[in-house]
């Protein structure tokens, strides 16, 4: 898949997610959640990371408040190496916009976990495929963040959030797209194999 293809595939997805009213964005998070609870690796402990959905993505709210107790949620915050870092946060605490205007929890570095410190992330896509391929938004953030996992299969696992309606006949990857264990939608859940 050549890059114009991946850029009128990008647009063409961005534009069907961005076209679903919001009463059905808001309620596919129920259906979400719940597959993301299933997955046969779900921690029970630990951190996992989420998003704060922007763009018609697919929300985690419902999945973040049915999390275990002993799990805490995080948001990823853009760091000074081009790669992500990972801060706990909770509903009511301080956010602030990045520079591409998506809301970050405001806390010390200190307090800001590694890629390879969470147990699982879900991560935003803009399309996938069922054998787990994924599209982003081309920025490279996450595959910068997770390349380790490429030749060092550890935790965290990945899997992609995404509606039914962002899936695409298939996906070629890249060299440098770290690949995901699954995609969860509001329909269905995608295991990847190998």
Do not use: K
């Amino acid at each position: 898949m050549n890059d114009d293809v991946r850029g009128a595939l990008r647009r063409a997805m961005r534009a069907r997610r961005r076209a679903l009213p919001a009463p059905e964005r808001i309620a596919a998070a129920a259906p979400l959640a719940e597959r993301l609870l299933a997955l046969p690796f779900a921690p029970r402990t630990g951190a996992v990371a989420g998003y704060w959905a922007m763009d018609g993505e697919i929300p985690l709210h419902a999945w973040q408040l049915r999390l275990p107790a002993g799990v805490r949620y995080c948001l990823p915050v853009l760091h000074a190496d081009d790669t992500l870092r990972f801060a706990p946060w909770s509903p009511g605490m301080p956010l602030a916009p990045n520079r591409y205007g998506i809301p970050e929890p405001q806390v010390s570095d200190d307090a800001l976990l590694a890629p390879a410190e969470l147990d699982l992330v879900v991560v935003p896509l803009v399309a996938f495929d069922a054998r787990g391929h994924r599209l982003g938004m081309g920025g490279g953030w996450y595959d910068r963040s997770f390349a380790f996992r490429t030749t060092h299969p550890a935790p965290p696992r990945l899997v992609g959030a995404a509606f039914a309606l962002q899936q695409a006949e298939d996906i070629a990857p890249q060299p440098w797209d770290v690949p995901l264990d699954a995609v969860c939608t509001d329909s269905d859940t995608f295991l990847a194999t190998a």
